[in-house]
């Protein structure tokens, strides 16, 4: 993902550099995980123990766990940088992590060496651990246990990062090998999210086997992981068109110049007669004489006052000012600005000028109807695409 710690996360610390964050769904799967370590591993191995040491010792292992989840994605982070590659973030989620790069990879090579080195790294803790629990002191019971577990979690980890469903690194190890056959890394990219959708449907398959005939708790989690993998594989699709299709495009390249605008002493009565119901637009710039951005009046504004109160009601006391608004500078591209009306869940930014003079706006739908037609017309990204 080309992305930094989103809202959703928070900040661990740094490491060579590198933010560590964690998303909310992993303290779920790490107090999960802690739990289930207690109640069933320590409860069989160590009948005697209370529960405060079995919820201990599942704490560490737990912990031991995610660290080694953490050098996993350390592993691709380390790889990428080493490869000329910006590295902005690694944050921990649910299912394992994910490293935040700047940009995809230059070549089919790099790609694939990014990749591999993540499950190689898992392949490598397995034989460590396992050779820690091979030659433990038997009098030493809980390290066996602890290093015989992470042996197997380790292994576990790597096997299925290793499954060819995109975006997992089995999927980027296929599409660097397609890449390099075909020369084309959207196509390749769209052939690897074919895959990792039919590998996602299996596994939601075997889940529903599983849970009516084996073990219900592992079906489900099977659907669980089966449905993740399949929105992930679109998902990275998408956000490849998407990033092919408007990086590098600046904003002022697309800023309606056609925008309506209205002085702040025009009344709510007056936007409704003559401007929304006559010209059929939602939302209108709210300047001064001067051109200069004073906020936004929307339809959603007007519909907040009682119809009542419109003739006697300006603009300026109704709607959402200068402040409160994300604005784009002319030389933001339009990845910025899609990203941010997901973001914000806008359907339209304002584009400024340094001292805030309104050039224009750009839209949810325009940025949509450009990645279409440019996709339609077989032009997603010019020769970026190829190498």
């Known amino acids: 993902m080309q992305r930094s710690l989103s809202s959703n996360s928070f900040k661990l610390g740094r490491i060579a550099g590198i933010d560590i964050g964690v998303h909310w769904s992993w303290l779920f799967i790490y107090v999960l995980l802690t739990?289930?370590?207690?109640?069933?591993?320590?409860?069989?191995?160590?009948?005697?123990?209370?529960?405060?040491?079995?919820?201990?010792a599942g704490l560490i292992t737990a912990s031991l766990f995610f660290m080694s989840i953490l050098l996993h994605e350390i592993s691709h982070a380390l790889m990428a940088r080493r490869l000329g590659l910006p590295v902005h973030s690694i944050t921990l989620f649910i299912f394992g992590g994910v490293s935040s790069l700047?940009?995809?990879?230059?070549?089919?090579?790099?790609?694939?060496?990014?990749?591999?080195?993540?499950?190689?790294?898992?392949?490598?803790l397995a034989v460590v651990f396992g050779l820690a629990w091979l030659f433990a002191d038997p009098a030493s019971h809980l390290i066996s246990v602890v290093c015989g577990y992470l042996a197997l979690?380790?292994?576990?980890?790597?096997?299925?990062?290793?499954?060819?469903?995109?975006?997992?690194?089995?999927?980027?190890?296929?599409?660097?090998?397609?890449?390099?056959r075909k020369h084309d890394l959207l196509q390749a990219t769209r052939?690897?999210?074919?895959?990792?959708?039919?590998?996602?449907?299996l596994m939601i398959l075997a889940g529903v086997v599983v849970t009516f005939w084996a073990a219900f708790i592992s079906?489900?989690?099977?659907?669980?992981?089966?449905?993740?993998?399949?929105?992930?594989?679109e998902a990275s699709y998408q956000q490849m068109v998407l990033h092919q299709v408007l990086e590098g495009m600046p904003v002022s390249s697309l800023a309606r110049d056609s925008t309506v605008a209205v002085l702040p002493q025009t009344t709510l009565r007056e936007l409704a007669d003559e401007y929304i119901l006559r010209r059929g637009l939602r939302y209108f710039p709210v300047v001064s004489e001067a051109g200069v951005l004073l906020g936004l009046i929307s339809l959603t504004d007007l519909q907040h006052v009682p119809d009542s109160q419109w003739p006697e009601t300006t603009v300026y006391r109704a709607m959402t000012p200068r402040e409160r608004l994300v604005a784009l500078s002319p030389s933001d591209d339009a990845v910025r600005a899609f990203e941010l009306m997901v973001d914000r869940d806008v359907h339209q930014l304002p584009v400024l000028e340094s001292d805030d003079r309104l050039l224009g706006f750009v839209t949810r739908a325009q940025l949509l109807d450009l990645i279409r037609n440019r996709v339609q017309l077989g032009q997603p990204g010019g020769a970026s695409l190829k190498t």
């Not at 790099?110 to 898992?122: H, K, M, Q």
């Not at 079906?219 to 992930?232: A, E, Q, S």
């Open 153 to 180: 979690v380790n292994f576990s980890l790597g096997v299925f990062n290793m499954l060819p469903g995109f975006p997992l690194d089995g999927g980027r190890v296929f599409r660097a090998m397609v890449w390099g």
């Open 35 to 56: 739990w289930s370590l207690g109640s069933t591993l320590f409860d069989e191995e160590f009948p005697g123990w209370t529960a405060s040491q079995r919820w201990l």
């Open 102 to 124: 700047g940009r995809e990879p230059d070549k089919p090579r790099d790609e694939f060496l990014i990749a591999i080195v993540g499950p190689g790294t898992s392949f490598l």
């Open 191 to 201: 052939i690897a999210s074919i895959v990792g959708v039919g590998v996602a449907y």
């Open 219 to 233: 079906g489900i989690w099977l659907i669980f992981i089966g449905w993740f993998l399949k929105n992930m594989s």
